[in-house]
């Protein structure tokens, strides 16, 4: 299953960049940091809601669903309850750094041994 749907609707409405609140298409990533869905968020000017499509990283549900747009934002799965968060993408890098950070120290201590 391929995401389809935002598509159709950016199509069929002829929606443009300027009718665009926000716009993103994610990784999803299950509880172990694997990406394994997929996540895409378009959030119109015309009614400020977000619509979502996505492929749950947990359960490979696929779905579609209209909610509202908040920061930060996140959404369940509608199959299996999974909270699918949608970071600001400045903090995710941040948190990526972190990560890699940590590996690389937890290396460092290995080697020590
Ligand atoms: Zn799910």
């Given at each position: 299953?391929?995401?389809h749907k935002?598509a159709?609707?950016?199509k ?6 300027k009718d665009v609140i926000y716009?993103t ?8 940091g694997?990406?394994?869905?997929k996540i895409?968020?378009?959030?119109l ?12 990283p ?10 509202e ?10 199959e299996?309850g999974f ?17 890699e950070?940590?590996k690389?120290?937890q290396a460092?201590?290995l080697?020590k041994?």
């Open positions: 299953m391929e995401l935002i159709e609707i950016i069929k409405n002829k929606i443009t960049p716009h298409w994610r990784d999803g990533k299950n509880k172990l694997e990406v394994s869905g895409r968020v378009i959030v000017k015309k009614d400020g809601i977000a619509r979502v499509e996505y492929i749950c947990e359960c490979g549900h696929y779905g579609y669903l209209e909610t747009w908040k920061r930060p934002f996140s959404f369940k799965c509608e299996c909270r699918i968060r949608v970071p600001r993408l400045r903090d995710e890098v941040k948190r990526e750094r972190k990560m950070k940590k690389a120290l460092k201590k080697k041994k």
